[in-house]
């Protein structure tokens, strides 16, 4: 959470919402990342807005997410209930929790990035406490972490920071570098099956045009004086 980008001074300990992080793993090896959050009933718009903002974030960072949540949307206004349509397509979420409570209605969430084969949800025979009835206890399961795990490591990673192909912009040909993008065909961009591929197709589409226009920088021979581990970023 420390290294999420708050607005202005702000300071979460003022604020309604409740919102616990924490990074699953196997045998030392990633499986994903769960957030388990509540805001109370009638919130106002900034503390949803302010929440969604914080996941975001947190969903950018990990491509696998679970979240568990007591959102309270019934009471939240038009805007935040049109908000949240759009945080659950930009995290790319799906709903998984059909557990009714004991007025027939759904009020926790279970929202993730993995699919329904990966991941279920029941209601959980045993809880920890005395049972809410408005909020039956649930039990969350992953059931391929094995597989999620071997699918993880053959997905794409970010290449060293000496494998990035550089650029010398000051001796690029700009104005060829504009024709080229006015030309290309994007079509294939908004052809593709998912967000993922669409990143790769246009990514490929944009370093042929700066290839066509713009010199690469040599590899510089030799170490830089600042030595890095290779887990450590900017």
């Known amino acids: 959470m420390q290294s999420l980008s708050i607005p202005g001074n702000t300071n979460l300990d003022n604020h309604l919402f409740e919102m616990v992080c924490a990074t699953i793993h196997r045998n030392n090896k990633f499986i994903c990342l769960c957030i388990v959050a509540y805001i109370p009933p009638n919130a106002c718009e900034s503390e949803y807005m302010l929440m969604f903002h914080l996941m975001e974030q947190l969903c950018i960072k990990y491509e696998k997410t ?101 650029w010398n912009f000051a001796k690029a040909d700009f104005y060829s570098l504009y024709i080229a993008m006015s030309q290309t065909d994007w079509n294939a961009v908004y052809e593709a099956g998912s967000v993922n591929e669409a990143y790769v197709v246009f990514y490929d589409l944009f370093y042929k045009a700066l290839d066509e226009s713009t010199p690469r920088k040599k590899p510089k021979v030799g170490g830089s004086r600042y030595q890095y581990p290779e887990w450590y970023t900017a």
């Open 66 to 166: 679970v979240l568990v949540a007591d959102l309270n949307m019934y009471s939240a206004n038009q805007n935040v209930q049109c908000y949240y349509e759009y945080f659950i397509t930009y995290c790319g979420f799906r709903q998984c929790n059909n557990i009714c409570n004991c007025n027939n209605r759904t009020l926790d969430v279970v929202l993730t990035t993995f699919s329904s084969e990966d991941l279920q949800v029941a209601e959980a025979s045993e809880s920890l406490s005395c049972i809410d009835p408005q909020h039956p206890p649930l039990y969350v399961a992953l059931t391929n972490a094995r597989e999620c795990i071997a699918r993880s490591q053959h997905a794409a990673r970010p290449f060293p920071a000496t494998l990035y192909p550089r």
